[in-house]
């Protein structure tokens, strides 16, 4: 558009050109010359105004671009944006039920709830159950409230294999450690972020009824 504007001016100056040469040979019409002088200039006017006009949108419109270019997420260039994370603890226990931090995990923020119930299921066994399984199988909901299930694997039993029964479920005192590093590493009562309501413990699929750990029969409100 521009390109074609400045040929329009172009051509009306050789025009304006022409007929200044034409006038100084015939005097007689200078009149007319003089007034067709005039409707010329003011298209060149025009023109010209045009022109500015499209010149300035024109850089408006580049640094427009340039903006959108540069608020492209992850775009050339760019350095990606950092996801948040944080640390949960977790939890073991003194013999008389005290709890004490014995590891933690570092989660990112937005990671599914359940994703985070497992990376705590592992920890927690690796770092105070000796390796025993136990698994973060689902979030239910009962009574309204987000309810955790976690299952406990026995095992086979084989002499020499640990084993929840008659390894962490024997005694009082035992039980009391137990009970206490598995309900506060799921609860995590200080968080404050979005987390379940309670939790619900299982051995191999079904309800845990023993009597040094009775804390684990029903579900544990956080």
């Given amino acids: 558009m521009m390109k074609k504007n400045m040929l329009k001016i172009a051509a009306i100056l050789m025009t304006l050109t ?3 040469a034409c006038g100084n040979k015939n005097t007689n019409d200078s009149g007319a010359l003089e007034e067709n002088i005039t409707k010329l200039e003011e298209k060149i006017a025009t023109l010209e105004a045009d022109n500015a006009e499209l010149v300035e949108e024109n850089t408006a419109l580049k640094a427009e671009i340039e903006t959108l270019k540069g608020e492209t997420p992850d775009g050339p260039g760019e350095n990606p944006v950092e996801e948040e994370e944080e640390e949960l603890p977790v939890f073991g ?3 008389d039920g005290t709890m004490v931090q014995v590891s933690t995990v570092v989660v990112k923020t937005d990671e599914p709830l359940l994703n985070k119930m497992t990376m705590m299921a592992n920890e927690l066994s690796d770092k105070f159950f ?4 136990m698994e973060a199988e689902e979030i239910r909901t009962i009574d309204g409230k987000e309810i955790l299930v976690v299952d406990l694997k026995e095992g086979s039993g084989a002499v020499g294999e640990k084993s929840w029964v008659y390894d962490y479920f024997q005694g009082s005192t035992g039980g009391l450690v ?3 590093a598995l ?3 799921f609860l995590q009562r200080e968080y404050g972020g979005r987390w379940i309501d309670g939790v619900l413990f299982t051995i191999d699929g079904e309800s845990i009824e023993l009597d040094h750990v009775p804390n684990l029969k029903d579900v544990i409100l956080r």
């Fill in 18 to 20: 022409l007929l200044v």
């Fill in 178 to 180: 137990t009970e206490t």
């Fill in 93 to 95: 226990a003194e013999e």
């Fill in 130 to 133: 000796e390796g025993l399984e």
């Fill in 183 to 185: 309900t506060e590493t």
